[in-house]
């Protein structure tokens, strides 16, 4: 039984919410489990001719990305986590530190049995704490 429930969130790339939303959402109400999503931002590396704000309002424009996402299905009262670094690695590290105890990830399309399964996915599968839900799109 779960009982928090973490939904990743690449608000740049729709495959990673758009069979994953409805489905965490539907674990959410069967379990009456708290749902939160988690947006990842890759760490931006400080180069000499940057400004020392560079990205500073990146964290603000996912975060808004990711609501606008959750508004849309009806899911507004979903908190967001916005971490900055390695995806699969944040991903771990804030299941594990806030005991989620099921993450829900996309898998992108494709021919059995060869599905894709990306190197985040594959890693956050591997190394979880707690249970792991692929989706899968199956539509051809």
Same mark, same amino acid.
């Given at each position: 039984?779960?009982?928090k429930i973490l939904?990743?969130?690449d608000h740049t790339d729709d495959r990673s919410w758009?069979?994953?939303l409805p489905t965490a959402l539907e674990q959410a109400k069967f379990y009456g489990a708290e749902l939160h999503a988690v947006?990842?931002?890759p760490e931006i590396i400080q180069l000499p001719n940057l400004p020392a704000n560079y990205g500073a309002g990146a964290k603000?424009? %996912?975060r808004g990305a990711v609501q606008a996402i959750l508004d849309h299905a009806k899911a507004s009262d979903v908190p967001v986590h916005v971490e900055e670094?390695?995806?699969y690695r944040e991903?771990?590290?804030l299941a594990y530190k806030e005991g989620f105890d099921l993450i829900v990830m996309a898998s992108t399309k494709g021919d059995f049995p060869n599905y894709e399964i990306g190197p985040n996915l594959a890693r956050? %599968?591997?190394n979880a704490h707690c249970t792991v839900m692929v989706v899968r799109d199956q539509s051809r």
């Open positions: 039984m779960a009982t939904l990743p969130i758009k069979l994953a947006a990842v931002i603000d424009h %996912v670094g390695s995806v991903i771990l590290k956050v %599968v591997r």
